[in-house]
């Protein structure tokens, strides 16, 4: 990995550094359906633009992502590439659109299968994840450039936290089993930066089912290591966060003076 001391943000490498080139895999095949009924989670409107094109343009803002991988609804690769078509990126991004699979985790392997060679370094980001801040991306390029092989933007979380034994039935009363110390714990955002080689193998080893490519890295017993994320990162996962995306577009929009 190179210890390239440049900001990831500058577009060209110090005399005599490699290139490090890195791409974005952007899972967007999910349903959405605690988000309720309508169309693919992906493709619902956020202030009129479908939350995918703001994912991808939030992966494109960063200078050094060079490549954008979209994993589309299985059925639905046609009509993402359409709909990215009449969007306007970055010159410099490239972007492919490949079929997702059932699982994020098929989803995150099969943009992986389609990434071609020269990328060393590769972020996997949520399409529902639509209002990261360039500068937490970079933040996450940087400390793979740095050397780690995996990087998670995290959180501190504001809840307290319980372990419990699950009931049979949902809405029946849990037994707590245990309060984890809050101050060490995180909540953890995307995009995921890893050494390429690195997420291949945990793909290609790591079975289990799992929520995040970190901790895929981490089966491998790798350390991962988290950089600070940020409020805006948030997932859309359900209903109400529709209404803080919007609400946090119109904080932008009012920021940047429109
Ligand atoms: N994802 C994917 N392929 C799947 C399932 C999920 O690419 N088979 C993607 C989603 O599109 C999303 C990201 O993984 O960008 C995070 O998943 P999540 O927030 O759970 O989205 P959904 O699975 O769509 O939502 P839900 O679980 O409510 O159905
Ligand atoms: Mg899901």
Redesign the pocket.
């Known amino acids: 990995m190179s210890d390239d001391p440049l900001p990831p943000s500058s577009p060209t490498p110090a005399p005599g550094r490699p290139t490090v080139r890195t791409a974005a895999v952007i899972?967007?095949?999910?349903?959405?359906?605690?988000?309720g009924p309508g169309a693919p989670?992906?493709l619902r409107a956020l202030g009129g633009t479908p939350m995918l094109v703001h994912a991808v343009r939030a992966m494109a803002d960063s200078r050094a992502v060079s490549l954008v991988v979209v994993?589309a609804p299985p059925d639905g690769a046609g009509e993402v590439k359409s709909l990215l078509d009449t969007h306007a990126l970055p010159e410099r991004t490239d972007v492919l659109v490949v079929p997702?699979?059932?699982?994020?985790q098929?989803?995150v392997k099969l943009g992986l299968d389609a990434l071609p060679e020269g990328y060393d370094i590769v972020l996997v980001h949520?399409?529902?994840r639509p209002l990261v801040p360039v500068d937490t991306v970079d933040a996450v390029i940087e400390a793979v450039r740095d050397g780690a092989p995996a990087v998670v933007p995290a959180l501190p979380l504001a809840d307290t936290v319980k372990q419990v034994e699950p009931a049979a039935t949902p809405g029946e009363p849990e037994p707590v089993v245990a309060t984890p110390d809050r101050s060490r714990l995180r909540a953890v955002q995307t995009p995921q930066g890893f050494d390429r080689a690195t997420l291949v193998r945990a793909h290609e080893t790591v079975t289990d089912d799992v929520t995040d490519d970190a901790s895929m890295v981490e089966q491998l017993g790798l350390t991962v290591v988290t950089v600070p994320g940020h409020e805006e990162a948030f997932?859309v996962?359900r209903p109400l966060d529709l209404v803080l995306a919007e609400a946090v577009l119109a904080r932008r929009r009012l920021n940047d003076g429109f």
Do not use: I, N
């Open positions: 899972p967007a095949a999910g349903r959405g359906v605690r988000l989670k992906a994993v997702g699979g059932e699982s994020r098929q989803s949520d399409a529902a997932k996962t």
